[in-house]
């Protein structure tokens, strides 16, 4: 059974960090994304990582603010969101794809995970 479960989540003020996990079990995926989905709003793309490392992009609103990583040994992908702002307040969703190349629309993913809230006062 293919499971992608999401952890980490939880509320933090402006300016702090969180790291959120995602395991997968059940197989491995060629490419994982996270995304996001605030209340009233269409998910959207956050990050992508190729699972090979050898590529990774990020939606303009966090560049430089997160980070995906990953260990392959335990089939896990992280996010590591700094400066958090509240716009970043939303239920982050693990996903995964077969392609091998990044893909940022959420009909290319194929597995999703149940999400974990972020909530980020002011």
């Known amino acids: 059974q293919v499971q992608l479960v999401e952890s980490g989540g939880g509320l933090v003020q402006a300016g702090g960090s969180l790291r959120l996990s995602c395991a997968a079990s059940?197989?491995?995926?060629?490419?994982m994304g996270w995304f996001r989905q605030a209340p009233g709003e269409e998910r959207e793309f956050v990050g992508g990582?190729?699972?090979?490392?050898?590529?990774?992009d990020y939606a303009d609103s966090v560049k430089g603010r997160f980070t995906i990583s990953r260990d392959n040994a335990k089939k896990t992908l992280y996010l590591q969101m700094n400066s958090l702002k509240p716009e970043d307040t939303a239920v982050y969703y693990c996903?995964?794809?077969?392609?091998?190349?990044?893909?940022?629309?959420?009909?290319?993913?194929?597995?999703w995970g149940r999400g974990t809230q972020v909530t980020v006062s002011s």
């Open positions: 996903a995964g794809a077969s392609t091998t190349r990044i893909v940022k629309t959420r009909g290319d993913y194929d597995y």
């Open positions: 059940g197989r491995t995926f060629n490419t």
């Open positions: 990582d190729t699972w090979s490392g050898r590529a990774t």
